[in-house]
């Protein structure tokens, strides 16, 4: 279809398309910029469908979109391609009595924190900006506040409604029968068709995500360790109480971004290697009193500081207090490059990954920003580091790194999330033949033409 007539279309359907393709092409990570053809942004659910037969008749590829702030690339569109920017669908229905929402793919953070307030109930915050989308990190699993005790974001999706590349519509979970979506059963799990995939599955326009009680007091409270291993030590023993949402450490190199040092040398052997937010809540203060006790208990070489008084002395660590927030050190520093490995593994591996990672990114001259966390009561872990480089001149230097950390990391049996297109070979190299041979076929039957996000989990 020769472009102006696909423009033509493209206005019959969305009343006009976006101008500025450029800024679209690219993002902060390592990945190269490619141009699409279009932008198109949905305003009704209904014209998603119309959109993906479209390009599908005409082998146009599609890549869905809400903010484009992940670290893996992911949204990078398909050259010459369209790009589905799904941000104005923004609306938010809450079964109060079962403690789920219904959101479509615009709902930030910052939204739906308010809107759930209102019924008295809450969600977990991943490390990101409030204005980013609560159904994109869902579908991509990603992890927040509450991670320790009700695990990764796919653990708390019910169900979504989605469109494949035909235009079919599809609904998931309960709501498949029921119209409520309460859960992922007891129908076959379809749902997970769609999580992970990063678009190239399907366009999910919405997504029922669980909430939780607010709960009458919460704390966070901050621990400082001299090395990582003793601070892992107490996110291991933490993790198998019980009694915390949420036990996540990060680096020394947090701190000193956090507080306005943009150019670090080595660490100082006295200060602290990690530190270790503690997250937790409850109905009564006798409760609040035995966590906090079990706190002191588990770590009483590093004593928790209630983070609100640890603003009091030290204000710049604002960010820290209360999420979602904008974590500017990692997003406005001066060569603008971040990107990552995150990954999820063993927890008896963890002191080792994330002193062997460590070395690595220390041995090319970067600070090693590692975040440590036990999930789902401790059944694994996630160990991620966080590069921050000048995409002017660091570019090509940092995917090597990326290959050399994913690779170490994998051969501890941690295994990626939120894949970057960097690690894919080596993701493939390991993947059981089986799985990726069932991967295929379901993309090939979901999405003949290869249209969806066809840039996503092309193994080599």
Known sequence: MAKAALREELVRIFGGVVEDVAAHASDMTENEPRMPAFVVEATRAEQVPELLKLASTRGVPVTPKVTGMNIGGLAIPAEGGIVLDLRRLDKVEIDAPNMVAWIEPGVSWKKLKEVAGRHGLALGFPLAPPETSVLACALMDGLSTMALAHGSFNDWVHGVEAYLADGTKVVTGSAAVSGRPLSRGPLPDLTG????????????????????????????????????????????????????????????????????????????????????????????????????????????????????????????????????????????????????????????????????????????????????????????????????????????????????????????????????????????????????????????????????????????
Not at 251 to 268: I, Q, V, Y
Request: charged content about 30%.
């Open 193 to 460: 068709m769609f999580l992970n995939w990063f678009g190239s599955s399907g366009v999910v326009t919405r997504l029922a995500f669980a909430l939780w009680p607010r709960r009458a007091f919460r704390k966070r409270g901050l621990l400082a360790f001299r090395d990582a291993e003793s601070g892992i030590a107490l996110l291991r023993a933490g993790a198998r109480t019980g009694l915390f949402d949420d036990l996540g450490g990060l680096s020394w190199p947090a701190a000193k971004w956090a507080f306005g040092l943009d150019r670090l040398g080595p660490r100082d052997p006295h200060e602290p290697e990690l530190y270790v937010i503690a997250d937790y809540g409850a109905d009564t203060k006798a409760e609040m009193k035995v966590k906090e006790e079990r706190l002191k208990e588990l770590a009483p070489e590093a004593p928790p500081i209630p983070v609100e008084e640890l603003l009091l002395l030290a204000p710049d660590l604002e960010p820290f207090a209360e999420l979602p927030a904008r974590l500017g050190f990692l997003l406005d520093h001066e060569g603008q490059g971040l990107t990552w490995v995150g990954t999820f593994g063993p927890m008896d591996k963890l002191e080792e990954g994330a002193r062997a990672g460590m070395r690595i990114v220390e041995g090319t001259g970067n600070p090693p920003l590692v975040v440590v966390r036990p999930m789902k009561g401790g059944h694994f872990a996630v160990l991620r580091f966080i590069v921050r480089f000048d995409k002017k001149s660091e570019t090509e230097r940092v995917r090597e790194l990326l290959v050399v950390l994913g690779r170490t990391l994998m051969d501890l049996g941690y295994v990626p999330y939120k894949c970057p297109a960097t690690l894919y070979g080596e993701v493939a190299r390991r993947l059981d033949p089986g799985f990726r041979t069932l991967m295929e076929r379901l993309r090939k039957t979901m999405d003949p033409a290869g249209i969806l996000n066809p840039d996503r989990w092309r193994l080599p």
